[in-house]
Structure formats: structure tokens, C-alpha cells
């Protein structure tokens, strides 16, 4: 596993804690953002955006490319849970929260007016 803080910061097999200390220093601001990447040969992550209440969450499974965003955006707590559960290898991540295919969210953004009112 690999941890990596606002793009930059890369931390090999994180501990618990260095995930919960890296979710928790998300501010909203910038490049606000933590990623957790698989060291499977198949890949795959989980990252989290925004902060410090609420974040956006995301996971791509490497086997198959399927790419999944939270349906809505979650706080903190249940963040971290999910990261922890991804570090584990435990498939409750995907079953934990409300997901919508990632494919989906980019077509409606496709469709949506870029500059409203004009």
C-alpha cells in the first residue's frame, strides 16, 4: 500500500493512524486531496477529496478498470473507514456507502450547461 497527501507526500505500508492523521489534515483547500493505492499487481485505490467536514470518495478496482465516486459526500469518520477497510483488503468498502458507476457521473457532467444563463 502506498499513501499519498495532496500529490505529493508518498508513504510505503501507512499505519492506521497515518491514514486517519492524512484524512484529518484535508482542509478544502488547493489540492486537497489522499490517495491509497493497492501494491496488487492488478492495482486499484481509494482516495478521498475535499475536507474538512465532507468529502467526495472514490475507489478503482485494477482487475477490471470499474471506477466508482461516493453518491453523495461523506464525513470524515466514514472516510477513514473506508480506507482502513481497503488497507485490510476487506470488501466492505464497496458495500458501505452508497456508489455510483464513475462513467455515469462523467456523462452527466457532459451534458451539464458549462456556462449557465448565456
Not at 16 to 26: V, W
Not at 33 to 52: K, M
Request: hydrophobic residues 35%; contains cysteine; aromatic residues 10%.
Amino acid at each position: 500500500m502506498g499513501l499519498s497527501i495532496r500529490g505529493e507526500q508518498q508513504t510505503e505500508q501507512p499505519t492506521e493512524q497515518q491514514i486517519d492523521e492524512a484524512i484529518r489534515s484535508l482542509d478544502g483547500q488547493g489540492d486537497s486531496f489522499v490517495i491509497l493505492s493497492s501494491d496488487a499487481e492488478e492495482g486499484g485505490f481509494v482516495q478521498a477529496a475535499g475536507g474538512p467536514d465532507q468529502f467526495v470518495v472514490e475507489y478503482c478496482e485494477g482487475s477490471d478498470g470499474r471506477h466508482w465516486q461516493s453518491a453523495g459526500e461523506q464525513p470524515a469518520d466514514v472516510v477513514i473507514r473506508l480506507f482502513l477497510a481497503f488497507k485490510r483488503c476487506d470488501n466492505s468498502y464497496k458495500t458501505a456507502i452508497p456508489w455510483r458507476d464513475f462513467r455515469e457521473v462523467v456523462d452527466q457532467l457532459a451534458w451539464e450547461d458549462p456556462m449557465p444563463g448565456h
